[in-house]
């Protein structure tokens, strides 16, 4: 379950803000919650929601049986690092995790006609790196403006109320 409703925004804002190699952006990208739903794609090609739904619960399955099986690895690592790659030299899919603190998303790559692989996948790296810190400050900010929010509540509307004039807005009940 997403903790943060505000995310897709934020998400949505990332991606308008920043450029995405051109190279880059004629494939299809997803940013998927650890469940498959799909909180942003970049390509019109996967037009219909079912095609956009499935996607995102594949690429979701992908990464958690992968992380399942990783966990056979006799490591005493963090897996932190992990990334999925299932490719050609010219097609594949690639699936990254994104370090966030309160949510558990993904960074999914599906290409195709690809000379050069290693590019595309280190720019699916930087966007993975700049979208994490974006959305954490995002996320910091926005918990912060809603508690300053209801302090605010509470701070104005009992702080400035004196004995006197309590006594005054109650002296209806004396009579």
Known sequence: MMENKNIPKFVETFFKACEIDEKLNRYAFFL???????????????SSQSNKSS????????WQAAKALAEFIPNEEKADG????????????????????????YLGLIYHDEVNPGFIKNKMRDI??????????????????????KKEENHYLFGDISDSEMDRLFAFAKN
Do not use: C, M
């Open 32 to 46: 998927i919650r650890y469940d498959g739903v799909v909180l942003y794609h970049n390509n019109s090609q996967v």
């Open 55 to 62: 996607i995102g619960a594949l690429l979701g399955g992908i």
């Open 82 to 105: 992990y990334r999925l790659s299932f490719d050609t030299t010219s097609q594949g899919v690639y699936i990254i995790p994104l370090s966030l603190k309160s949510e558990e998303l």
């Open 128 to 149: 993975a790196v700049n979208l994490s810190g974006f959305l954490e400050e995002g996320l910091k900010n926005s918990s912060e403006k809603n508690r300053g929010s």
